[in-house]
């Protein structure tokens, strides 16, 4: 689902500049920061474009809400090379949420074991398109948390009015982080939450088009996230889960149709694929209805 930068696309100098010192550069981790509508993914993909012909790019998709590498409440690894750059791999895991609130631990741990898979694959550079999720005393927290493990080697801030110097005040003095801040470019279009409800829609609807029914026997199968505390079949109807690898990485996404305690399944709806490598169910807060619209518990 990774998507290349279009050709019309207007480039500030800022971001050139940015290009230019990466390219001189024989690896770095690069963290994108700032609020949404600020271009955050659009610079991402612009640096995974212009540094993808000097060896494997990693672009990390750490925006849940408004994904590009996978399907909504996944964080995405998309490992790239040539030019333009294509995917040669992709990897996710799975958060269980449109926003790290609520489900910040899973965020952190999805983030940084995504970031040791780009670095053992051979990626040169890691670009990571950090949330939009930047107001208030817990984003900012979490802000600073996200950083200080990974540990990026520079931290683009895109900001207008030092809104993210809270943020920014923590790492200035850290040894081998830079910190550039930039304005946003004028020429990004700010995207309604209506609009944003509706690419989210589609991308659900898009991920399960062709669904099938499979059963996930109980026993032997590990549960992590946000498990219901009840048994209850209608405490799991719907629910977003994630079929998950013995690396916990998503072998694919499902939505629970039933809970079946007697017959020892789980009764779940997934796009047509092999899932012979399940070994634990990831659960999230969303509820998928019929018409795939996503609601948050």
């Known amino acids: 689902m990774f998507r290349d930068v279009n050709s019309d696309l207007i480039i500030p100098p800022e971001w050139e500049g940015i290009l230019t010192g990466l390219a001189g550069r024989e690896t770095a981790v690069v963290y994108?920061?700032?609020?949404?509508?600020?271009?955050?993914?659009?610079?991402?993909r612009?640096?995974?474009?212009?540094?993808?012909?000097?060896?494997?790019?990693?672009?990390?998709?750490?925006?849940?809400?408004?994904?590009?590498v996978g399907p909504?409440?996944?964080?995405?690894?998309?490992?790239?090379?040539?030019?333009?750059?294509?995917?040669?791999?992709?990897?996710?895991?799975?958060v269980g949420s449109l926003s790290p609130q609520g489900?910040?631990?899973?965020?952190?741990?999805?983030?940084?074991?995504l970031l040791t898979t780009a670095r053992e694959e051979g990626a040169r550079y890691v670009i990571i398109d950090s949330p939009g999720w930047v107001e208030g005393p817990v984003a900012e927290e979490f802000q600073v948390r996200m950083i200080d493990l990974l540990s990026p080697d520079l931290v683009v801030a895109i900001q207008e009015k030092g809104d993210l110097r809270g943020i920014l005040a923590n790492f200035r003095s850290r040894t081998g982080i830079t910190i550039l801040s930039i304005p946003p470019s004028p020429h990004v279009r700010a995207r309604s939450r209506g609009w944003r409800a509706h690419y989210r829609r589609e991308q659900f609807r898009s991920y399960?088009?062709?669904?099938?029914?499979?059963e996930i026997p109980l026993e032997g199968t590990g549960f992590h996230g946000k498990v219901p505390e009840s048994f209850h079949d209608d405490a799991w109807q719907n629910l977003l889960v994630a079929l998950c690898d013995r690396e916990m990485q998503v072998v694919t996404l499902a939505v629970v149709e039933q809970?079946?305690?007697?017959?020892?399944?789980?009764?779940?709806?997934?796009?047509?694929?092999?899932?012979?490598?399940v070994v634990s169910v990831q659960v999230g807060s969303i509820r998928l209805g019929a018409g795939l619209d996503g609601v948050v518990q």
């Open 208 to 214: 399960f088009a062709g669904y099938t029914g499979a």
């Open 46 to 68: 612009y640096l995974v474009a212009g540094l993808a012909g000097k060896g494997p790019v990693a672009c990390l998709d750490a925006d849940t809400g408004q994904s590009t």
């Open 32 to 44: 994108i920061l700032g609020p949404t509508d600020v271009g955050k993914t659009t610079l991402s």
């Open 259 to 277: 809970l079946d305690i007697p017959a020892g399944t789980l009764r779940v709806r997934v796009p047509p694929g092999d899932l012979s490598w």
């Open 103 to 113: 489900h910040m631990l899973q965020h952190l741990v999805s983030t940084a074991r």
């Open 72 to 94: 909504p409440a996944t964080v995405g690894l998309a490992l790239c090379a040539g030019r333009p750059p294509r995917p040669i791999r992709t990897v996710l895991r799975f």
